[in-house]
């Protein structure tokens, strides 16, 4: 069994501070991690996910999460907010073995300040 | 295709009436996902294929709903009898099942409204 769960429903940050965007996950099996992002009428987009190699992964906009094995966690981090940031962000898991399906959160809506 | 296609992008249909929606994944991705996100809602999950395996059923959310897929390509989500509280942006998304890049593509939705 497999789940995830993402600690802040809503973050609101001052443009040009840090973001962090908190995750905790659980997994029978090693997981691969994913950090979507889906804009206001937009569809979801892939951030960037962690799949057992590196465990600092970079994405795209200047995003990048850190997998903590002993932490369970994947927290989703950028150095300086912009308002384009301003979205909702969605943690997922992916056991790599077993039934293998695909398990979002609940969703974190980040709010940026000017 | 080249992405997660998916028909129509916006159903408006009458309290009872059965809608069918269709989901064309991208060519070789054996998994299947309908999600179901609700106006400020997160992602519900509703169904998922996978290969030929029996198909997880576990979050439909009643049994005016159901999901098939033909040959292991397109799927279709019908529901029955659709209520107002149906209302929502139903989302499809396929995956490969192994490999590195196993994240899931999303289709841009079907907006559903139940007047």
């Known amino acids: 069994a497999q789940s995830v769960t993402q600690l802040d429903s809503h973050v609101s940050v001052s443009e040009g501070t840090p973001v962090l965007l908190r995750c905790n996950y659980s997994?029978?099996?090693?997981?691969?991690l994913f950090w979507y992002v889906q804009h206001p009428n937009k569809g979801l987009q892939l951030l960037l996910k962690?799949?057992?190699?590196?465990?600092l992964v970079k994405g795209i906009n200047g995003f990048e999460a850190e997998f903590k094995k002993s932490e369970t966690s994947f927290h989703l981090t950028k150095p300086s907010a912009h308002m384009s940031d301003a979205a909702e962000y969605f943690c997922?898991?992916?056991?790599?073995?077993?039934?293998?399906?695909?398990?979002f959160g609940t969703g974190t809506k980040l709010q940026v300040i000017p | 295709g080249a992405g997660v296609s998916q028909s129509p992008s916006n159903k408006v249909t009458e309290k009872g009436k059965d809608v069918e929606l269709r989901c064309d994944p991208i060519?070789?991705?054996?998994?299947l996902y309908w999600y179901r996100q609700s106006l400020g809602q997160g992602l519900e999950f509703l169904i998922y294929?996978?290969?030929?395996?029996?198909?997880?059923k576990s979050g439909l959310p009643s049994d005016r709903f159901s999901a098939e897929r033909t040959g292991g390509s397109v799927s279709t989500l019908t529901i029955q009898r659709t209520q107002q509280e149906d209302s929502a942006v139903y989302l499809c998304?396929?995956?490969?099942?192994?490999?590195?890049?196993?994240?899931?593509?999303f289709g841009q939705g079907t907006r559903l409204t139940v007047v």
């Open positions: 962690y799949t057992s190699a590196a465990t």
């Open positions: 997994s029978s099996y090693s997981p691969s």
């Open positions: 294929f996978q290969g030929n395996s029996a198909p997880d």
């Open positions: 060519s070789g991705h054996t998994a």
């Open positions: 998304a396929s995956s490969l099942r192994q490999g590195a890049n196993t994240e899931a593509f």
């Open positions: 997922v898991v992916r056991d790599q073995g077993g039934y293998q399906k695909v398990t």
